[in-house]
């Protein structure tokens, strides 16, 4: 009777486990946006850490992401283009390319690509600081690590995140262009004509507030799961995973909502 | 002035009690030694003085004043008076030993970048360290990391220094330098230094006061001369490095 109900039991267990640990987890973010809101005045940044963000997260992204944006223009455009030309509708090519682009697949592609890199990079370098005891040794140092060490990575991200969308938007938009001409044999300023007639500044702007939004969601879930270590190397490589995973649902949520808002 | 109290001190991890109601009094300018076995608490007893752990019992005094409680933001004042060299030296990967140096100058102290340097400098010449200022903590094996972390923690001045164990891992020369170090900082500059070691030779050589943890309590408290002459089988065993006595490992 007994090894039945247990095994009626471990399952609702196992599933009330995991409830309370999900509801921890999000309960760390949440203080951890907390924390962060409190010193959020520009002036709590240290300089030399803030400009090692910036160059790290930005300037080393940016060929990836550049790659990554190229590709996807050319994606785009060679998948609308069975259509196009069975349609004959040369002229909606920049703008089928550019709605898609600006508004979904460029800030997705990107944001993925960013928790890939900088986010598991993140999580991967507090998780290590936070097992080598050297957070403990910022405190002794009388520092406080979340104005140290997660500020400047909360900034750095989003500028960032930001700055890459705008940067992988435009260069999606050249690839495409390139891909139109030379495999379609849409000339590009048709294809860019497309795009000015038909592409709203709403369409830019909801892709930008989108990267905005995922700047702070892969800022937040990676400095939570690196500060939150234990368990040593095998701990850090829990964390990473658990990062990437995180930042890929919040990107999908995130994304969900404001595209329902949207419409 | 300059006094530290601990009053009844409990720690327990989970199931695992570290510390069972600890009592040490820690004089100004002493060089003080806390000994025992490895996981005796030892560690965990000194990272309550400066905040990293609370208690869940017992009490701590800095100079009379109760400092149990404060929160983590008052325990800044604390940690600029009180530095702690970690175990593992704790060095900031990617910092040069120049740049882990001056990072407590540049947060704490109301100077210039070059005079922030001229500082680190300064403290990583009294370890021996000035001439590897530009590379990085990765390029160094523990001991040479362990002197740069004793620079940094001496960086501003501090009037007590926690040394867990300082010269573990160091070449015997190095060590004789760090015991040197110590002994110089409380003689000439009056600082109190607690030291985590299981070195016999450095707690023979330099301890004023040694206090020795076994199971969570404190075993006995004296000077050097106490622990020669104590006739408890378990000290003597200690000190005398005997793998077998009625110490349980």
Not at chain 1, 46 to 69: H, M, Q
Request: glycine fraction near 10%; hydrophobic fraction near 50%.
């Amino acid at each position: 009777m007994s090894g039945i109900r247990t095994r009626v039991e471990s399952p609702l267990r196992s599933v009330g486990d995991k409830f309370l640990a999900w509801s921890a987890e999000v309960g760390g973010m949440v203080m951890l946006i907390g924390q962060i809101l409190r010193r959020i005045a520009p002036w709590n940044l240290d300089g030399p850490e803030t400009w090692r963000n910036l160059y790290k997260i930005g300037v080393k992204s940016f060929p990836i992401i550049v790659v990554t944006a190229v590709l996807t223009g050319a994606i785009m455009v060679i998948q609308a283009g069975t259509y196009i030309q069975e349609y004959g509708a040369y002229g909606l090519l920049g703008w089928g390319a550019g709605y898609s682009i600006l508004r979904e697949v460029g800030p997705i592609l990107i944001g993925l690509m960013f928790s890939g890199r900088v986010g598991a990079n993140n999580t991967a370098e507090l998780g290590t600081m936070k097992v080598t005891d050297q957070i403990d040794a910022l405190r002794a140092l009388a520092i406080d690590p979340i104005s140290y060490l997660v500020l400047p990575r909360f900034y750095a991200m989003i500028i960032m995140m930001f700055l890459l969308v705008v940067v992988g938007d435009a260069t999606a938009l050249v690839g495409g262009a390139i891909t139109s001409e030379f495999l379609l044999g849409v000339d590009v300023n048709l294809f860019a004509w497309s795009i000015i007639s038909y592409i709203t500044l709403d369409d830019l702007f909801i892709g930008l507030y989108k990267a905005l939004a995922f700047g702070v969601a892969i800022a937040v879930i990676s400095c939570h799961f690196g500060l939150t270590v234990s368990g040593g190397a095998v701990g850090v490589g829990r964390a990473v995973n658990a990062s990437v995973v995180g930042s890929a649902i919040a990107i999908f949520v995130i994304d969900f909502i404001f595209s329902s808002a949207a419409h | 002035m300059g006094t530290i109290e601990f009053r009844g001190i409990k720690k327990s991890f989970g199931p695992k009690h570290v510390l069972r109601g600890v009592d040490l009094d820690v004089q100004k300018g002493q060089v003080f030694f806390i000994i025992g076995q490895s996981g005796a608490g030892k560690s965990v007893m000194v990272k309550h003085l400066i905040g990293l752990l609370r208690p869940d019992e017992g009490r701590i005094y800095l100079d009379g004043v109760d400092i149990t409680d404060l929160s983590e933001q008052e325990f800044y004042p604390i940690r600029k008076r009180c530095a702690m060299v970690f175990q593992n030296s704790t060095l900031f990967d990617s910092m040069s030993l120049l740049e882990n140096v001056v990072l407590p100058i540049r947060k704490h102290l109301d100077v210039s970048m070059k005079q922030a340097q001229e500082m680190a400098h300064e403290k990583l010449r009294l370890v021996g360290m000035d001439a590897f200022a530009d590379s990085y903590p990765a390029d160094f094996g523990d001991g040479m990391r362990k002197k740069v972390a004793i620079a940094r923690a001496l960086t501003l001045d501090p009037e007590f220094v926690i040394f867990d164990e300082p010269t573990t891992g160091i070449d015997p020369i190095s060590a004789a330098m760090v015991d040197k170090l110590i002994r110089h900082l409380s003689d000439n500059l009056g600082v109190t230094s607690i030291v985590i070691s299981h070195d016999l030779r450095s707690i023979f050589g330099i301890a004023d006061r040694i206090a020795m943890l076994y199971k969570g309590k404190l075993m006995l408290d004296g000077t050097q001369d106490d622990f020669r002459h104590s006739e408890d089988p378990i000290v003597q065993q200690f000190i005398n490095g005997r793998p077998d006595g009625p110490m349980e490992i």
